[in-house]
């Protein structure tokens, strides 16, 4: 009886794949967070050498471990019934709990750092907890239980780098992450209990890739908002506003080569796959690549926006050069995910940015960009023109699993 009512709280068969206006609402708290991000990475703009690398990985220790609670928010929703009351009271504390992350964020490693790490730990400990209480008898129970136990045992070290001096923060943070992402990516292990590995869940496959596309727009439309905010707090000039055009445009074909076929197709490829875990799993990893590299991307417009013809600084092109690259570099990864091919146009856009980089720290950063949207232009170009006249593709990842794995799915 008790297995009956924690299977209610499973997702049937027949639940709608589309994401819920709950998840939409719980994304907002995600963009203010996104935008933090984003504003640190900003502020590395006058950084150079170890200051830059110690800065940048900061940031980037911050995003990943918000990454990471968005991240298993969506394939909660996926494995559970969204509409439930105890879901829905998950996704809305989740959803609080980044709130605070993000207002947290510009002083997360200093001052601010015990409410981040208090905020973090609600999410990672006490949120399967619950899930498993309200999962009663059920047998699936004991992954929500997995989840809070390894959680517990990175906590000291958030605790620690939270409390403890300043200069062991860093180490200490870097530490809990490895052991909250190495526990995912090893399925959890636990004494007589094994492992649980998330290639193998049951999950709504259509629905993840909805989330993921979501992130992705909601990344893009953070882009969008630096580009706003930062043209209009800075004094008018033609050659600002020939900067904020380029940026925009350099942000719609971020757009397009994502959705040109791989990404538009995502949803219906996690639809036909016999395991959609395990391609969601892959998928999951590319789009934090994606994610960040158009959060890094968004600095590269503030600062040419700020300074369109004035010097490149060499860490500038961090952002103005190496975000677009990181994209290209993830797009030819998401072009495999769903069809079994290596992208050849994204390879050589990826290449063509290398070589322009020694000599962009010569010219204006106004220039910088204005080359790597031209190079963004001809990738789309090329996909575009490469399609054409060809029928529909057709999903074929090679990572879906083979039926004789279908067995060995967890329930």
Known sequence: MAEGRGAQLLRPPTSSGRATFLELFFDLAFVVALTRVSQRFAALGDDTGWALVLGFG?????FLALWLIWSHTAWITSRYEPERPVIQAVV????????????????????????FTV??????????????????????????????????VSAPLWLAGALGPDDLCLPLWVAALAVDYGAWALGWPLPRLGVSKVARWRIAGTHLADRYQQMFLIALGESILVIGVVFSGADYSKLRAAAFAVAFATSALLWRIYFHCAGLLLTDALGRVVMPARLGLA????????????LVTAVGYELVIDHPFGRMRPSWLLFVVGGPMLFLLARVRLEYEVFGRISRSHLIGVVALLLC???????????????????????????????WGQPADVPASPIGGAIADVGDSEA
Do not use: C, K, N, Q
């Open 283 to 294: 998928s999951e990893r590319t789009h934090l690549l994606i994610v960040l590299s158009v």
């Open 58 to 62: 900061r940031t980037l220790l911050l």
């Open 357 to 387: 980089t020694p000599v962009l720290v010569l010219w204006a950063p106004m220039i910088g960009l204005s080359i790597v949207a031209g190079v963004l232009a001809v990738v789309a170009l090329v996909d575009a023109l490469g399609r």
């Open 119 to 152: 905020a973090y730990l609600m999410v990672m400990v006490v949120r399967p907890l619950v899930i498993a209480a309200a999962l009663r008898g059920h047998p699936r129970r004991l992954v929500p239980i997995r989840l809070a136990v390894w959680a517990s």
């Open 92 to 115: 809305i504390g989740t959803m609080f709990a980044g709130l605070i992350i993000a207002v947290t964020l510009p002083r997360a490693m200093e001052e601010r750092a015990l409410p």
